[in-house]
């Protein structure tokens, strides 16, 4: 399989699911201050004051997470490999009265320059890229002393693989969740690593809307659901993360059998 064939795939999947998409659809705040978010909370508690910070949203999507940075008061360019999903971030800022600007690329091969952003936030994008590739980038464009941020799902669960078996109409085919051992990648690039791991027991929602409430994974993005309807699940996740947080601390091996890991680190100054 040829990088050209990937994101040939990859570009006509997400053009398709943009155009599927309205403005008023698409949850900004909502991706940040939910309980259901953590990874955005767990990275906001170490982001720190975000005005005036150059930022690359790398693989944006329907930009969620640029146009939240860019009501910071960040300058936030927002890149991805799909044209829809640029024309609808482009809206999506509107709608929020902010600016930003957007980049045409695939991961692999960003023409912006060299060391001129503070934070390079990669959400929900390594899985779908060649991972080496994508890191050599960020380390190229960020500034000596930048960050990166990234989140991810893991490969180790065995329900979780079922879901994914069972999703394969809202997942594309060239998808490679990463393993824990893939931080190790991040090692060789970066200084003051750090990594969590989310969604253990708190996977329950996930087989509660599947089991009790009839919902298919190939039919509605689960992922998108949490967020959605997370007024509703907050009861029932607190309780649960609770849980996740007490055996992570306890048994911290388990945490590769969690649905996500989030990773931040540095560029070397």
């Known amino acids: ?12 999947f ?3 699911w943009a155009d599927s998409l309205r403005v008023e659809d698409v949850m900004v705040d909502e991706s940040f201050s939910a309980v259901t978010c953590p990874e955005h909370r767990w990275f906001i508690s170490k982001l720190g ?3 005036g910070k150059r930022i690359l949203d790398l693989g944006c999507g329907a930009g969620e997470a640029a146009v939240w940075f860019a009501k910071q008061g960040a300058d936030v360019v927002a890149s991805d490999l799909s044209p829809q999903f640029l024309d609808l971030v482009q809206r ?7 600016t930003l600007t957007t980049h045409l690329a695939d991961a692999d091969t960003i023409t912006l320059e060299p060391a001129s952003f503070d ?10 890229v060649d991972i080496e590739k994508a890191l050599d980038q960020i380390q190229i464009l960020l500034k000596p002393g930048g960050t990166v941020i990234t989140w991810d799902p893991l490969k180790h669960n065995p329900a979780i693989n079922v879901y994914r078996r069972m999703a394969s109409g809202v997942r594309t085919e060239d998808e ?7 931080v190790d990648l991040f090692k060789k690039r970066f200084t003051n690593v ?3 791991c989310f969604w253990f027991t708190t996977l329950w929602i996930f087989m509660r809307f599947y089991l009790i409430e009839g919902v298919h994974p190939s039919k509605e993005r689960y992922w998108k659901k949490i967020v959605s309807e997370h007024e509703r699940l907050t009861p029932l996740y607190t309780r649960l993360n609770k849980l996740d947080r007490f055996i992570f601390k306890v048994l911290p091996f388990l945490k590769r059998y969690g649905w996500t890991i989030a990773v931040h680190a540095k560029k070397a100054a």
């Open 92 to 98: 999506l800022a509107a709608a929020h009265q902010t």
């Open 14 to 16: 997400h053009d398709e």
């Open 119 to 128: 934070i390079v936030y990669a959400g929900n994008l390594l899985h779908h």
């Open 1 to 12: 399989m040829s990088a050209e064939d990937r994101n040939s795939r990859e570009q006509a």
């Open 49 to 51: 004051d975000l005005r």
């Open 194 to 196: 750090e990594f969590e």
């Open 176 to 182: 490679h969740p990463l393993s824990v051992r893939d």
